[in-house]
């Protein structure tokens, strides 16, 4: 269905995240935060630097940031490249203000991380493994290469070798966990907000589609005594009309294009069905419909119902729907013959248990079943015998998110442990999938009989 894969889209959509006017607006305070510093180094704390080269290396970004803000619109997206090289401009002219105040000397050699922060969260992991590996030569470089602190009598301030081995493997050490971590939240943050705008989607869709269907099964209920009104009539004038065919035709044709009228709207009503009539349905007509999708894709789908009182009559709610539906095919896509739909119910809860003959969840995964972007099956040889398909997971968390608002609760277990050796071709081996809900947040009722539903409401103009 996708020609590349969500993370990958994720990946190459991340240079466009940031505008020009946020870059600009942290250089800015960059830009004042490193004049306040030089200025009350010099005046309370009596420090002498090159004040020249200082206000000099400063003015470098300050007219960047001048032309940045005049040339180009503040509200343009960086591209990759763009951000890169400003973060690179970045680091590079903190770097030069460090050599003129003491290199790792000065404290606010830390302030090197900011940079790596942003790279690590606004680019791509080439350019922040670029970005981290310059600043940490920077780091390198200015331990042993700067102009010295020095007070106005002359004197040094240096730190002890060791004190200053040590302030450069913890900026050091710090610009690789900042980019490893940061990166890992950013993705995951990014990964989470793309499976869930995927959810909110099919959501969407299928509330659509259920919209839509109501619309037409409304429209046909209310048309159905008018259309057979005007058949009843043009019935009745064509038995009239025997003498006279010209207007007899036309009668005909009155009476065909009624026909035709009912059978449109009678097949249009099969596509969506959420007359008032049908947003509450018998548990199995639920799993029946949600199932049907997959029902002729060359596996035996087996609806087992309890027999323990009569059916619960459920909601018909988009979610569950469609919740359903892609556990199921899930399921259909690893079976290598059947997939079994169990339902029970009891007076507390209802529960769906899902289960394939397939290979079964990959146990280095299980755990983490139900979360964006995770391949769902992993054995060797499914893979095998469904090259085609390269599951990410995003159809179990469109479905645990969906179910889930709806009330459920979803565990997912293998039917067969990792130690067996051989399984049954045909026997309930494979991935489990068990959905649970109080009865009371699906179920119209709690003994299986439903009240009037009352009248459809009038379609209004």
Same mark, same amino acid.
């Not at 009371?440 to 009989?449: A, N, P, T």
């Given at each position: 269905?996708?020609?590349?894969?969500?993370?990958?889209?994720?990946? +190459?959509? *991340?240079?466009?995240? @940031?505008?020009?006017?946020?870059?600009?607006?942290?250089?800015?305070?960059?830009?004042?935060?490193?004049?306040?510093?030089?200025?009350? /180094?010099?005046?309370?704390?009596?420090?002498?630097?090159?004040?020249?080269?200082?206000?000099?290396?400063?003015?470098?970004?300050?007219?960047? %940031?001048?032309?940045?803000?005049?040339?180009?619109?503040?509200?343009?997206?960086?591209?990759?490249?763009?951000?890169?090289?400003?973060?690179?401009?970045?680091?590079?002219?903190?770097?030069?203000?460090?050599?003129?105040? !003491?290199?790792?000397? %000065?404290?606010?050699?830390?302030?090197?991380?900011?940079?790596? +922060?942003?790279? &690590?969260?606004?680019?791509?992991?080439?350019?922040?493994?670029?970005?981290?590996?310059?600043?940490?030569?920077?780091?390198?470089?200015?331990? =042993?290469?700067?102009?010295?602190?020095?007070?106005?009598? !002359?004197?040094?301030?240096?730190?002890?070798?060791?004190?200053?081995?040590?302030?450069?493997?913890?900026?050091?050490?710090?610009?690789?966990?900042?980019?490893?971590?940061?990166?890992?939240?950013?993705?995951?943050?990014? &990964?989470?907000?793309?499976?869930?705008? /995927?959810?909110?989607?099919?959501?969407?869709?299928?509330?659509?589609?259920?919209?839509?269907?109501?619309? @037409?099964?409304?429209?046909?209920?209310?048309?159905? +005594?008018?259309?057979?009104?005007?058949?009843?009539?043009?019935?009745?004038?064509?038995?009239?009309?025997?003498? *006279?065919?010209?207007? *007899?035709?036309?009668?005909?044709?009155?009476?065909?294009?009624?026909?035709?009228?009912?059978?449109?709207?009678?097949?249009?009503?099969?596509?969506?069905?959420?007359?008032?009539?049908?947003?509450?349905?018998?548990?199995?007509?639920?799993?029946?419909?949600?199932?049907?999708?997959?029902?002729?894709?060359?596996? %035996?789908?087996?609806?087992?119902?309890?027999?323990?009182?009569?059916?619960?009559?459920?909601?018909?709610?988009?979610?569950?729907?469609?919740?359903?539906? %892609?556990?199921?095919?899930?399921?259909?896509?690893?079976?290598?013959?059947?997939?079994?739909?169990?339902?029970?119910?009891?007076?507390?809860?209802?529960?769906?248990?899902?289960?394939?003959?397939?290979?079964?969840?990959?146990?280095?995964?299980?755990? *983490?079943?139900?979360?964006? =972007?995770?391949?769902?099956?992993?054995?060797?040889?499914?893979?095998?015998?469904?090259?085609?398909?390269?599951?990410?997971?995003?159809?179990?968390?469109?479905?645990?998110?969906?179910?889930?608002?709806?009330?459920?609760?979803?565990? =997912?277990?293998?039917?067969?442990?990792?130690?067996?050796?051989?399984?049954?071709?045909?026997?309930?081996?494979?991935?489990?999938?068990?959905?649970?809900?109080?009865?009371?947040?699906?179920?119209?009722?709690?003994?299986?009989?439903?009240?009037?539903?009352?009248?459809?409401?009038?379609?209004?103009?």
């Amino acid at each position: 269905m996708e020609s590349q894969s969500p993370s990958l889209l994720a990946e +190459t959509a *991340r240079g466009n995240w @940031v505008s020009l006017r946020t870059l600009i607006v942290l250089r800015w305070i960059a830009i004042t935060g490193q004049a306040a510093a030089i200025t009350v /180094a010099q005046e309370y704390f009596n420090l002498s630097f090159e004040l020249g080269l200082c206000y000099l290396v400063i003015g470098a970004s300050f007219i960047a %940031n001048l032309v940045a803000t005049f040339v180009f619109p503040g509200s343009r997206r960086l591209s990759e490249g763009e951000i890169f090289f400003m973060l690179m401009f970045d680091i590079g002219q903190l770097s030069a203000l460090l050599f003129l105040t !003491g290199g790792l000397h %000065n404290p606010f050699a830390l302030l090197v991380l900011a940079p790596v +922060t942003i790279s &690590a969260t606004a680019l791509q992991q080439r350019s922040t493994i670029a970005t981290s590996a310059f600043a940490v030569l920077a780091v390198t470089v200015l331990a =042993f290469f700067h102009f010295p602190l020095r007070m106005e009598s !002359g004197s040094l301030l240096l730190m002890p070798n060791l004190f200053l081995f040590g302030n450069w493997a913890a900026i050091s050490i710090g610009i690789v966990f900042v980019a490893i971590y940061d990166r890992r939240v950013s993705s995951e943050i990014q &990964a989470m907000n793309q499976a869930l705008l /995927a959810t909110q989607m099919a959501l969407a869709r299928e509330q659509k589609l259920t919209d839509l269907g109501g619309v @037409v099964a409304a429209a046909a209920h209310e048309l159905g +005594t008018p259309l057979a009104t005007i058949k009843l009539l043009s019935s009745e004038m064509i038995d009239e009309l025997d003498d *006279r065919p010209e207007l *007899r035709s036309d009668a005909e044709l009155v009476r065909d294009q009624a026909d035709r009228c009912h059978d449109i709207l009678r097949s249009m009503g099969r596509a969506g069905k959420d007359d008032l009539h049908m947003r509450h349905m018998p548990l199995g007509e639920v799993i029946r419909e949600a199932a049907e999708p997959h029902s002729e894709r060359g596996r %035996n789908l087996k609806i087992d119902l309890s027999d323990e009182a009569p059916q619960p009559i459920v909601a018909r709610r988009p979610e569950i729907i469609h919740g359903l539906r %892609n556990l199921v095919q899930n399921a259909v896509d690893f079976a290598e013959t059947t997939v079994w739909i169990d339902a029970a119910w009891t007076e507390e809860r209802i529960e769906i248990r899902i289960i394939d003959d397939g290979p079964g969840y990959p146990y280095d995964v299980l755990s *983490r079943i139900g979360e964006p =972007f995770v391949h769902q099956r992993g054995a060797a040889g499914h893979r095998v015998n469904r090259k085609e398909y390269e599951g990410m997971g995003l159809g179990l968390f469109i479905a645990k998110t969906l179910l889930e608002r709806s009330g459920a609760a979803l565990s =997912f277990a293998n039917g067969q442990a990792p130690t067996t050796a051989r399984r049954r071709k045909g026997s309930r081996s494979g991935a489990i999938v068990e959905v649970m809900w109080p009865r009371d947040l699906i179920s119209q009722d709690k003994d299986g009989r439903s009240g009037g539903l009352g009248e459809n409401r009038p379609i209004e103009a």
